[in-house]
């Protein structure tokens, strides 16, 4: 049996690290195509999780835009798939790495599982284009890996079959665990390298296409507000690779004394500073998933979300993007709600997701007698 893993992404890798890892473990042929969608955010990631690529498409292009580096995908990614003649691929999430792997599955007729399957916002354009991505790697996956309840009724609402839908978790809960037991953190090390040591922190991460420009503009102009009447608090941002991103950014905070402006950290590190911070404040889907293990009050800098368990669970709350709606909750964190979102709670899994996704391909594969 040989499974073809397609991703390039930092979140991504993250999410597909322990599932290489427990295919390796269980003799699986696998082949790893890195799309290479990310660059540096991508090597970090696959360095920590000791992942050696079998192909490497090194595609990235700065200001890639969405139609170009979907067609340049398709075909690089389409030569690999033909050579290797892969009996089944997995596909993770909602970028265009994962929805032009299951593309070329389709095209080649070989079934596609689908690692975190069910999300949804109802929204088209929110997040853009990641809830178009994942409606359609759901309509040519055969085996959809949900995380949860609320992903499994998504999907039965769009009339997928329940024999399809596997309830399994989200492997980011199994890479937390994988990380703290072979690379155990030090947080006072990370702290002191960044100069955290005694501070008080709100960690902070924005990357999404839609919050470009004047959504991102607004945020920071709350969260300066705020942090000029605070003085006892400290910004740490680990800014995306995407220049347009950092732009904003750095213009935003211009001249803003309290703030730790820096390149995105390791995925080990990264966890450690969110251990630390105060609270959180984030547009990411993965640290919307991790913050609730960690007991981290998040502010999610978005309209909609896929993840309303999180928010369910007490631990997030969708705030949205205007300067008034961010100052406001920051300064609702004050009080006794911050206690309540501190509570620990993990809607996302066991940290067995890996295990019971090989078990479930190997089922599916033997049925199928491919
Ligand atoms: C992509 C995904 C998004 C995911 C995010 C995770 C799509 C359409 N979007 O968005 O779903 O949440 O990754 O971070 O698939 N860049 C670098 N180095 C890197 C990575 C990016 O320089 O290691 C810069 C490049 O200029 C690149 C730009 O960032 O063109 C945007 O990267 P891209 O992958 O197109 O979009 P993301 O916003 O990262
Ligand atoms: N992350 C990281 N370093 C950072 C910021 C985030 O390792 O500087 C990790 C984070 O823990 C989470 C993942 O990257 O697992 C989220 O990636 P991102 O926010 O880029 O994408 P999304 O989850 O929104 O698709």
Redesign the pocket.
Same mark, same amino acid.
Request: net charge positive; proline share 12%.
């Given at each position: 049996m040989k499974i073809g893993l397609i991703f390039?992404?930092?979140?991504e890798a993250i999410k597909m690290a322990p599932v290489y890892h427990e295919l390796k473990k269980s003799k699986v042929d696998v082949k790893v195509i890195s799309t290479g !969608?990310?660059?540096? =955010?991508?090597?970090q990631v696959l360095n920590l999780f000791e992942i050696q690529p079998d192909y490497e498409l090194n595609i =990235?292009?700065?200001? !890639?835009g969405?139609s170009e580096?979907t067609s340049r995908l398709i075909q690089k990614v389409e030569e690999i798939v033909k050579e290797e003649k892969l009996d089944f691929i997995l596909v993770q #999430?909602?970028?265009? *790495?994962?929805?032009v792997g299951a593309l070329v599955g389709f095209y080649n007729k070989i079934p596609v599982g689908h690692i975190e399957a069910g999300l949804r916002t109802g929204d088209i354009y929110s997040?853009f284009?990641?809830e178009a991505?994942r409606k359609l790697i759901g309509n040519i996956a055969k085996v959809h890996f949900a995380p949860t309840d609320v992903n499994v009724n998504n999907l039965l609402a769009e009339g997928y079959k329940n024999d399809n839908i596997q309830k399994v978790g989200n492997t980011v809960i199994d890479a937390l665990y994988w990380v703290k037991e072979n690379r155990s953190a030090d947080l006072d090390f990370i702290k002191e390298k960044y100069g955290l040591i005694d501070k008080k922190y709100i960690l902070m991460t924005m990357?999404?296409?839609e919050n470009w420009g004047n959504p991102m503009r607004d945020t920071l102009k709350g969260v300066r507000r705020y942090l000029e009447e605070n003085k006892e608090l400290y910004l740490v941002f680990p800014m995306? =690779?995407?220049?347009?991103?950092r732009e904003v950014i750095r213009e935003e905070l211009e001249g803003f004394g309290r703030k730790i402006l820096i390149d995105?950290l390791e995925y080990l590190e990264f966890i450690s500073i969110m251990d630390g911070a105060h609270y959180i404040m984030t547009d *990411? #889907?993965g640290v919307q998933e991790e913050a609730p293990s960690l007991g981290k009050p998040t502010l999610v800098l978005r309209n909609t979300t896929e993840r309303p368990e999180a928010i369910e669970a007490g631990t997030a709350k969708l705030i949205g993007t205007s300067s008034e709606e961010v100052y406001k909750y920051m300064k609702v964190l004050e009080g006794d709600l911050y206690i309540e979102m501190s509570k620990a709670n993990n809607p996302y899994g066991d940290g067995r997701t890996s295990k019971k996704i090989y078990l479930e391909i190997l089922k599916n594969i033997k049925g199928e007698q491919l």
């Open positions: 390039g992404t930092r979140p !969608q990310h660059r540096e =955010m991508l090597y =990235m292009k700065e200001g !890639q969405l580096l #999430g909602d970028t265009t *790495s994962a929805f997040p284009p990641e991505n990357h999404r296409r995306h =690779m995407n220049p347009l991103v995105p *990411s #889907g």
